[in-house]
Every structure is written in C-alpha cells, then in structure tokens.
C-alpha cells in the first residue's frame, strides 16, 4: 500500500532540541547534542558544491531526473500529519520550475524573514559596493539576525535617513513586485509614532477560514518569501527574472549573488539545515517568535539545486522540540527526493503520489477580485456612484470583488462597481485598483 510505502521513507528523527526564544533574535537555541541520524540513501557528507555553478551534461554523464514532485509532496503531508497547528509550505525544483504547496498564502508574522526582502531593497538603494560599515550591517542582519542593524540598513541606506521612509518604501516594492501580503508598516522593536499607519489589510490577512493572529507591524507569507528568493535565484544564475525585469541596473546580478553569499551565513539557528548532509550548501533566513518558526532558503545540491520554505504555527506557544524535528525531516525528505536516484521504494513509484486532501480550503470567490492600491495609505473612498457621495474608506490593501456591473468613465476617470468584505457595494476609481 502506498502510504505503507511512504512511511519506509520516514525515518527515526534527531534528538530534542532546547525550546525557542520568545523573540527570535534574542537566545540562540544550540544544536541538537544528540547525533543526528540520516537516511541510510543519503550521504552524510559531501563535497562543498559551487553555488553559481551547474553540471554540464555529456554523453557520459546523464543529467539525474527526479520522480514526479508530487510523491515528495504526499511524503511531506505525511510527515506534517500529526502537527497540531498550522502549516504553510513551498518547494520548487529550480531546474524544471515544478513546485508543490500548501497554504503558502497563509498570513505570517514578518519575523527575521522578512530581512530577505530587507536584502534586496538595501542592494537596490546602493548605487556603490557596501563601505565597510554597510557590510558590518549586512553581515549582522544575515549571520547573527540582528534587527538593531535591520533598523540601521532601513533607516540609513533604503530610508535615506528616515526609518520609516525605509520602511513605506519596502512595502511599496514587495508591491510593484506582485507580493501584496509583505509589509513593514513599523521596523523591528519599535512602537509607531501619532498619526503612522500601523499595518496594512493584505489579501492573506483578510482571510477569514485560517488565522496566525500575525503580528499587525510586519507581515508576509510563505508564498511571497518563496517569490522573491526565487527572484534572487533567477538574477544570481542567469542574470533573468523579475528583479532585473523590474529594477534593470539598480540590482545587478553581481549584487543577488552577493546577496545569496550573505545568506549562506546564516548560522544563528538550524531548521532545514538539520536534514541537509554535512556540506551542503544553504543560503537561507531563519526566523521565529512564540508561536511561529520558519525558515527559506535555496539548497544547492550536488544533483538539483531547489527552493523550500516551510512555517508552522502552534497557537500560544510553539515548541522548539516539536517543530526542529519536523524541518529536519521535511528537508531531508526534499533532499532526498531532488539528489538521491534511490529515494523511494519501488512500491511507492509503481501507484500515484497518495496525496491526502487539505484539511481547510480558499473558497474560489464568485467574483474576480481586486486590491485597492497607490493610495500612499491614504484609502480608497467608495462613492454611491461615480463622483457620488461617499460610502465608505477603503484603506489600502483592502480586497473587492469586481461585480458584473460595466465600468463607466465620467470626467476622464473610470469608475468600477465592487463589493466590500464587509459587504458594502460602490463605484470605486479604477486607478487605485490593482487586479489580481
């Protein structure tokens, strides 16, 4: 039987590792002292594979083709089975693009891994290589998650001066860039000042069928973290995708491999890294509060390179001893699954990947949707008609649904009918929408 089959691919897990800190960059947890045990059909070292680089395949050598991604995605719900919370997920194989999820658009708090989009806007800002107290900075973001240096990157180099600034203009790019559910409205340790903009309405936190509780100040999601590291990927190997789309020379491919280099260095606690061989190379953040740990990252293996970013959250208080051992074991799966030829049993390859369904599900909406957007946190008025009187204030991120009404065009403007979340119909401006 196919599950029975599954469950030969999970084996024994390491040792308890002590609880997390409250805040997650206020105690480093130490490593298991506990050996780690590995899948007998992985390697427990290999040798340090060059990041940039791929094999070249020759008539000699044939390029190794995993399995249908889905059997490691079946794998994993097995693994996340008996988790008692909440689970978001994204893997993609970087070399076919195929990718497997779940919940990835589950609202997040911001955590330390919101300091992956923190990397690219400083690197955009820079119109020179970092001097040297701009590297200390960095370094200290990466390798020891520093949110006092985090604050310094935001305030001096993306903000200009203003901490705030910095912080409007992080939310705007994750924005222009399609990743409507990552803001920093308020930087780390702080409390906003009278008359600042608190958070944001994002179409993550607006859902109503599963909630984090998030913190308001700083959020993301797994889904919006696996976009922009893969960005990154795409600009570091082949100097392609959205950042050089989007930004051209503001962000070189020089500066996303320096960026991924300042990833490799984050060692301030071991999540995914716990199921990789010794050697194997992780660029990767790491971030975790209370109820909250999660970790992204891309693995360069000596096969496959592949992106996997993986939260769980416990209400209340989330365990270091539970969570460490399921990335251990999620990672190990996916390292097996993109680099190890004999990952599966042969009974597991002969049926389909028994994948069991999920648990909780969006509803598909009865209307295309769309988020208000541009209003430099300002809102959207919904108007009775078009240049009517006022219904309400949409604040900025808010999610409408666009009924079937026609769009009308009055004084140069288009106007569109829409619905609320709380239900109230109107005619919004057209420009202040942005659709999805």
């Not at 196919?2 to 105690?27: E, N, R, W």
């Not at 008692?84 to 997040?108: K, T």
């Not at 973001?141 to 240096?149: F, I, K, P, R």
């Not at 430099?376 to 919904?382: F, S």
Request: with cysteine; proline share 9%.
């Amino acid at each position: 039987m196919v599950k029975q089959a599954l469950l030969l691919l999970i084996l024994g897990l390491a040792g308890c590792s002590p609880a997390a800190s409250a805040k997650d960059t206020a105690v480093t947890p130490s490593p298991s002292a506990t050996a780690t045990i590995r899948p007998t059909s992985t390697p427990t070292s290999q040798p340090t594979p060059t990041p940039t680089s791929q094999p070249t395949p020759t008539e000699e050598t044939a390029v190794f083709a995993p399995p249908d991604i889905h059997y490691l995605q079946a794998a994993i719900e097995n693994t996340l089975a008996d988790f008692d919370g909440l689970s978001s997920y994204v893997i993609i194989d970087l070399s076919s693009g195929e990718q497997i999820s779940h919940d990835p658009d589950l609202a997040l708090a911001g955590m330390s891994l919101i300091k992956i989009p923190l990397l690219v806007e400083t690197f955009r800002a820079l119109d020179r290589p970092p001097d040297i107290e701009q590297t200390k900075l960095l370094t200290e973001t990466t390798s020891l998650s520093s949110n006092y240096a985090a604050n310094l990157l935001l305030r001096d180099v993306v903000g200009g001066g203003n901490i705030f600034a910095g912080a409007d203009k992080l939310t705007q790019a994750m924005r222009e860039l399609g990743l409507y559910n990552t803001f920093i409205a308020v930087p780390y340790d702080m409390e906003p000042p009278d008359g600042r903009l608190q958070t944001y309405l994002t179409p993550a936190n607006q859902r109503t069928d599963l909630t984090t509780h998030p913190d308001p100040y700083r959020q993301t999601t797994i889904g919006d973290l696996a976009a922009i590291t893969h960005m990154l990927y795409q600009c570091a190997e082949s100097d392609a995708g959205l950042l050089r789309q989007t930004y051209g020379e503001q962000l070189t491919q020089d500066e996303c491999q320096e960026i991924l280099q300042l990833l490799e260095e984050n060692n301030l606690a071991r999540l995914l890294e716990r199921g990789l061989p010794d050697g194997v190379v992780m660029a990767h953040k790491v971030g975790w509060i209370d109820d909250t740990h999660g970790n992204v990252g891309i693995v360069f293996g000596p096969e496959r390179d592949y992106l996997i970013a993986l939260a769980l959250y416990a209400p209340g208080w989330l365990e270091w001893e539970i969570s460490a051992p399921i990335f251990e074991e999620i990672s190990r799966l996916a390292y097996a699954h993109f680099n190890d030829p004999d990952a599966y049993p042969a009974a597991v390859l002969a049926a389909p990947p028994d994948i069991p369904p999920t648990p909780t599900a969006v509803p598909t909406p009865a209307y295309p949707q769309a988020i208000v957007f541009g209003t430099q946190g300002v809102g959207l008025t919904l108007r009775t008609a078009p240049g009517g009187a006022e219904v309400a204030i949409l604040p900025e991120g808010t999610v409408v649904s666009l009924l079937e009404t026609p769009p009308q065009v009055q004084d140069g403007l288009t106007w569109r009918y829409v619905r609320t979340p709380a239900g109230d119909e109107g005619w919004v401006g057209e420009d202040f929408l942005t659709f999805n």
